[in-house]
T-cell receptor, first 115, second 111 residues
């Protein structure tokens, strides 16, 4: 099992450019999440999904869009990147809430710089 | 979800037990205590969780006070590889399972 993988690992964008971050998991998890982590801070939830075809807003959703067309993939889009979106982005996945406990498995992160 | 309070940083000698405290005085009856850690630049890693009984696994032990207002994560024999930021998170088992991370405790294991 590869677990949770993220593509790309690094990216530099200019202000106004768009991009999509891809998260993939091979654990058949129902739930998937996108977090961002700014220097010296904990992770903050951007968007999440409780199943294929569903998405919901987290704590800091502005400037991002997501899609979950396939159960194993969760895409995070930036339509018009801004310097404030410079951050490390982590994807995570977990079983649904009926599983007993809610361990989240995290990917290695994508380091994004917006100039 | 209840808010948690942790010390900003701690040091521990290699081979000794590392005891990381967490206060969660507003925890409610259906909320669990979770611990994750984040080794430099990596994604967070689950360590352990509990409701009201003490828990132990291959990584650590979790001690929860009887009133559940605080807990301690114990790494019994800290190694240099345990140097990381440790997050104490309190949440219920319902909802979307999203985790609210604070700033955590930066544990440095000293040779």
């Amino acid at each position: 099992n590869a677990g949770v993988t993220q593509t790309p690992k690094f990216r530099v964008l200019k202000t106004g450019q768009s991009m999509t971050l891809l998260c993939a998991q091979d654990m058949n998890h129902e739930y998937m999440y996108w977090y961002r982590q700014d220097p010296g801070m904990g992770l903050r939830l951007i968007h999440y999904s409780v199943g294929e075809g569903t998405t919901a807003k987290g704590e800091v959703p502005d400037g991002y869009n997501v899609s979950r067309l396939k159960k194993q993939n969760f895409l995070l889009g930036l339509e018009s990147a801004a310097p404030s979106q410079t951050s490390v982005y982590f994807c995570a996945s977990s079983y649904g809430r009926t599983s007993g406990y809610n361990e989240q498995f995290f990917g290695p992160g994508t380091r994004l710089t917006v100039l | 979800d209840a808010k948690t309070t942790q010390p900003t940083s701690m040091d521990c000698a290699e081979g000794r037990a590392a005891n990381l405290p967490c206060n969660h005085s507003t925890i409610s009856g259906n909320e669990y205590v979770y611990w994750y850690r984040q080794i430099h630049s990596q994604g967070p890693q689950y360590i352990i969780h509990g409701l009201k009984n003490n828990e132990t696994n291959e990584m650590a032990s979790l001690i929860i006070t009887e009133d559940r207002k605080s807990s301690t994560l114990i790494l019994p024999h800290a190694t240099l590889r345990d140097t990381a930021v440790y997050y104490c998170i309190v949440r219920s088992q319902t909802g979307a399972n999203n985790l609210f991370f604070g700033t955590g405790t930066r544990l440095t294991v000293i040779p």
